[in-house]
């Protein structure tokens, strides 16, 4: 009865010893992530013209709406740009370590 015990002792000693060699699993960790700029996440303001308007509140009207128009294309850009360069930071990290078993294969 001893000598069993004593094989499965070793046999147990070597599981453990062997284990403790083998390989381990990287953390992936969470993935990038990028913070969207203020401007990307404000709404859009647009111009609007009061009751009665005359041609000089036409006129800025126009002048201002545009601009307001262009800030908000910008924003949206932004926003777009932000989004695209998050997903290419998630595609260029290497993929989910995957643990080797090779050793219980005897390789």
Known sequence: MRRWTLIV???CGGMTASCANSPTMASP???PRLEM???ATRTCSLYV????PSE???D???VTRGADLVACDL???LAVQTFEAEHELQDRRPPKARP???WLMGR
């Open 9 to 11: 002792v070793l046999a």
């Open 29 to 31: 960790g969470a993935p």
């Open 37 to 39: 700029p203020g401007a």
């Open 49 to 52: 013209l009061p009751a009665q």
């Open 56 to 58: 000089a509140d036409l």
């Open 60 to 62: 800025l009207g126009y």
């Open 75 to 77: 924003a949206r850009r």
């Open 100 to 102: 080797s078993f090779r």
